[in-house]
C-alpha cells in the first residue's frame, strides 16, 4: 500500500521569505500523480500544484515550485515571497496513475505560519 | 455556479442515531468523493463513484453507506452513529478521476456523543 509522510508537523516563515515543506512517499509503482493542497481555516481544500512522475521537469505554478526526486521518493513543495495568505495547512497527496477505481492517499499535513 | 456544497455544516448526534450528509456538485463532475479528517491522520477516502450509479469503497468504508442516483449529488449516509465516527467530513469532485483537479466543499463537523 502507498503512504505518503510529512515529517514537519508545523512550520513557520517570515513574509517575504521562502520556505520549503517536506514530503516522502512509498510505492512500489512507476507512474503515478502527486498533489499538493492546502487547507485555510475556511476548511476549504484547495490545489495547489500537481506533479505527474512521469515528467522529469519539476512542476511550478507562480510562487510555488515542486522539487521533485523520484529515486529518492521524495516531493517537496517551496513557497517563495511568502505571504500572509499563505497560512494555512498543506497536505501532499499521492495517486496511482491508471485507472478510475483508485484513490488519493494524504499525507498528515504541515500547519505553515507566516509571520511579519 | 456554486460547486461542491455540502449540508449540514455542523451536527451533534446521539450514538445509535442515523443521518444523510448532503453533497452536491454543479460541474456536472462525474468523481466524487467523501473523505474523513481527523487530527493526525490527514484525509482518509471512505467511499468514491466514477458515476451516476457507480459506488466503491474507499479504505475505511465501515460504517457507512452511499448512493449515486444522479450526477449531481452523492449522500453519505451514517446507519448507527458511533462516537469514533465524529470527524470532519470533505466531498470532492472531479471532472473524470482523481487525476483531475479536485473541487473540494467546505465541510462537515460531526460530533457523535
Known amino acids: 500500500a502507498q503512504t505518503v509522510t510529512q515529517s514537519q508537523p508545523e512550520m513557520s516563515v517570515q513574509e517575504a521569505e521562502t520556505v520549503t515543506l517536506s514530503c516522502t512517499y512509498d510505492?512500489?509503482?512507476?507512474?503515478?500523480?502527486l498533489f499538493w493542497y492546502k487547507q485555510p481555516p475556511s476548511r476549504q481544500m484547495i490545489l495547489v500544484i500537481r506533479?505527474?512522475?512521469?515528467?522529469?521537469q519539476n512542476a511550478t505554478e507562480n510562487r510555488f515550485s515542486v522539487n521533485f526526486q523520484k529515486a529518492a521518493k521524495s516531493f517537496s513543495l517551496k513557497i517563495s515571497d511568502s505571504q500572509l495568505g499563505d497560512a494555512a495547512m498543506y497536505f501532499c497527496a499521492y495517486r496511482t496513475y491508471t485507472g478510475t477505481a483508485s484513490k488519493l492517499t494524504f499525507g498528515t499535513g504541515t500547519r505553515l505560519q507566516v509571520t511579519l | 455556479n456554486a460547486g461542491v456544497t455540502q449540508t449540514p455544516k455542523f451536527q451533534v448526534l446521539k450514538t445509535g442515531q442515523s443521518m444523510t450528509l448532503q453533497c452536491a456538485q454543479d460541474?456536472?463532475?462525474?468523481?466524487m468523493s467523501w473523505y474523513r479528517q481527523d487530527p493526525g491522520m490527514g484525509l482518509r477516502l471512505i467511499h468514491y463513484?466514477?458515476?451516476?450509479?457507480?459506488?466503491d469503497q474507499g479504505e475505511v468504508p465501515n460504517g457507512y453507506n452511499v448512493s449515486r442516483s444522479t450526477t449531481e449529488d452523492f449522500p453519505l449516509r451514517l446507519l448507527s452513529a458511533a462516537p469514533s465516527q465524529t470527524s470532519v467530513y470533505f466531498c470532492?469532485?472531479?471532472?473524470?478521476?482523481?487525476?483531475?483537479?479536485?473541487?473540494f466543499g467546505p465541510g462537515t463537523r460531526l460530533t457523535v456523543l
Open positions: 510505492t512500489s509503482e512507476s507512474d503515478y500523480y
Open positions: 460541474m456536472n463532475h462525474e468523481y
Open positions: 506533479q505527474e512522475a512521469y515528467k522529469q
Open positions: 463513484s466514477v458515476g451516476a450509479g457507480i459506488t
Open positions: 470532492a469532485s472531479s471532472e473524470r478521476g482523481p487525476t483531475d483537479t479536485q473541487y
